[in-house]
């Protein structure tokens, strides 16, 4: 029997959401007799919930196409957590009323770790509320921490930004370092896990090239060993270039962004550490420094995105639908990388059971005995993944992202109130 | 008769420097009865104080083909502004010896207006110190505020970095604003002129794209008309996106990112326009937002030059060479914009005096009634130099950069002290 696909962007964006969205499009139109039409959440889950529904079938073939190049998430995301059914039954039941009014009886969920459990419980539904759906949740994360899978869709592409940027920024620190600037600090993403801070190493050619230094969440953040290493670095190589990321923590689990810096207002700063860093290095080593903080840039940047990682965010897509339509339920495609020494992938699907909620952090054997570096183990697992470019094109000297009609579905349905 | 010439980079580098150096390097080898070696001066001027030559004849043709797609300055850079003759007589007599010991006869000197001034006042050693020199300015600058030329080597590709960052960001932040970020602030360099954070408006395709709101260094920033354009933006589009300058001052004069802030040693914290407007949004207006501080990334970012730009930066180091040969002696090649509606340009000389120590601003007619965007006008003068990609090529995932040889001259002169 056919059935139309409600498709979902949930969470952080990536610089390739958009190019998994285009392929669980495309594949869909594969099988015109399980699948009819592809609807769009507008804003992710909450598009079910409010019945705010895209029609992917008004989009023009080139603006599908399109959307392989754009970064963003082409229908809106969304921060917004599913609770449990015990907790709030009429959520679940709206989701099946939105479902049999549109004749839905695909589900696919497009995020992190926090969307695999959203899908989790939506692909509970059948059971529970007695609703056939094949529910998948697709990986998407710059954060690279999803359980089970080798790696996440978004994190190539971000991690691309990050090596490149560390090794143009730190020709420029080097340049300069003679009269003036002697430390430069990169800012990375990743509140809990080092993942892109580490990407940052595949900026070297030779082991002494930047980053000299980098700083993840899951080590402590030591001032005294830090400052020492700064020095050391600087008196030895002239310049010192750090990555930071965002989470990481002092001796009191306390993210340092969060210290007790105060704004003009006496209210606590927000953050940045890399203003910190900068600050404890201007006051304690009186040494010139730099820094950048490159937030929604690293994760956008599509310009710079890692073929190799695009090829995932397509491959997730096209095997979801896939899934589906073989009738699997509360699964994810995952990418699994074969053992041998020349890089290769194939993506199988994996329980959501196992994957929902888990956060996949850096291993110890991935981080060097001091804690400011990777070991050769994590390059090797890191180089494959920003393999590639995939330069979108351009017109009038900026990417060209062709905009979207985004026509609604008429809504069938009084309407939500949560 | 045959003469050498010395060659400096000097002040903050750019994404394109290196490549007027490679045409400075490869034009000069055409006049092969007239110039003998390159010799390019280890960071900067302070290479020729201090007898630190770089021969440039022993880089291979490759390495001196890389340096176009190489960001930073390749000799290193310095931050270093010669005193007038007048009072320092002995650093010029010092520069006169070297060189007479290297029978250099050409100087050509690659820098913004400080630079202008350095080499202008070498100009004139020809006639205070009776030795025969050709010195030639070569303009760059990612600041664009140089005088009588059309625009600066380097802030083309700054443009096209900022233009195409904005343009990414704003379709994640688009995403996202639903349920969490509402107002996203991108932080650019340019500290006395804002054609940096005027080149964010090549981020649109439609006039409500963003940038919402351009925050320029040459406006006064005024708290409640910002507070309520930030309001306006999110009521009507669901976001705001703001470009600031990091030179953006206060009714005072008085630069935002040094305002009354403490850090957690309690002295003023030196930065950051971007965190300053973000806590200002969450104070006054309770809305969520993220910012991104750029800094060194978007000058050194040569992955995404501009092949206009790029250009440029070549045809002032070959046209540099020309002028030197023919016997020129302080000026500068600017680049000429033609009056025609279809973009085109030539170089010219200049004379240095004009252009030593003068700073172009944005003029009033490329700003906005209300101070918060640039004009039609600003658009037709900034859009022609971003156009066009010049991709460097890349070796396991990243930009390749050739590392060079950099061997020095051996001296001939006693230590130089200052």
């Not at 695909?106 to 992190?112: L, V």
């Not at 600037?181 to 801070?197: D, N, Q």
């Not at 339920?329 to 994996?350: F, T």
């Not at 697992?381 to 995939?390: C, S, W």
């Amino acid at each position: 029997m056919k059935k139309n696909a409600f498709y979902a962007q949930s969470g952080g964006v990536t610089s390739v959401i958009n190019a998994t969205a285009a392929s669980v499009i495309l594949e869909s139109k594969k099988y015109k007799s399980k699948i009819g039409k592809v609807y769009a959440g507008k804003n992710g889950i909450l598009g079910a919930l409010k019945e705010e529904l895209i029609d992917t079938s008004k989009e023009s073939k080139s603006a599908i196409n399109s959307l392989k190049s754009t970064p963003g998430g082409a229908f809106g995301s969304c921060r917004f957590k599913l609770k449990s059914f015990e907790e709030n039954k009429k959520e679940y039941i709206r989701l099946v009323e939105v479902f049999k009014a549109h004749n839905i009886g695909y589900f696919f969920y497009n995020g992190g770790n926090d969307s695999a459990d959203t899908a989790y419980k939506v692909s509970q539904i059948s059971k529970k509320l007695c609703y056939p759906i094949n529910c998948i949740a697709i990986p998407k994360t710059v954060d690279n921490d999803l359980a089970e899978t080798d790696c996440c869709p978004g994190f190539g592409s971000a991690a691309k930004y990050i090596a490149t940027s560390t090794m143009e920024a730190s020709l420029d620190v080097a340049s300069m370092s003679e009269t003036s600037t002697k430390v430069f600090i990169l800012e990375v993403m990743g509140r809990h896990a080092g993942w892109m801070a580490a990407s940052s190493a595949l900026a070297r050619i030779d082991q002494k090239d930047a980053p000299h230094i980098i700083l993840l969440p899951e080590i402590r953040f030591n001032q005294i060993k830090f400052l020492n290493k700064v020095k050391d670095v600087v008196k030895k190589n002239g310049y010192c270039v750090i990555v930071a990321s965002e989470g990481v923590k002092n001796s009191k689990g306390k993210f340092l962004a969060e210290s007790d810096r105060k704004d003009a207002f006496g209210h606590s700063q927000l953050g940045g550490v890399a203003p910190y860093l900068a600050g404890l290095i201007s006051q304690k080593l009186n040494l010139k420094n730099h820094w950048a903080v490159s937030d929604y840039l690293q994760r956008s940047a599509r310009h710079i995105s890692s073929k190799t990682d695009l090829l995932h965010a397509e491959a997730v897509g096209v095997h979801a639908v896939r899934y589906a339509i073989k009738g699997l339920n509360g699964v994810m495609p995952i990418i699994v990388r074969s053992k041998s020494e020349k890089y290769s992938w194939k993506i199988i699907p994996a329980p959501l059971s196992k994957i929902a909620n888990v956060e996949k952090k850096l291993p110890n054997s991935f981080i060097s005995k001091d804690g400011f570096d990777v070991t050769a183990k994590a390059i090797k697992y890191l180089k494959p993944l920003i393999q590639g470019e995939a330069y979108p094109k351009f017109k009038n000297g900026i990417p060209h992202s062709q905009k979207l009609k985004l026509v609604e579905v008429k809504k069938k349905l009084p309407n939500w109130k949560d």
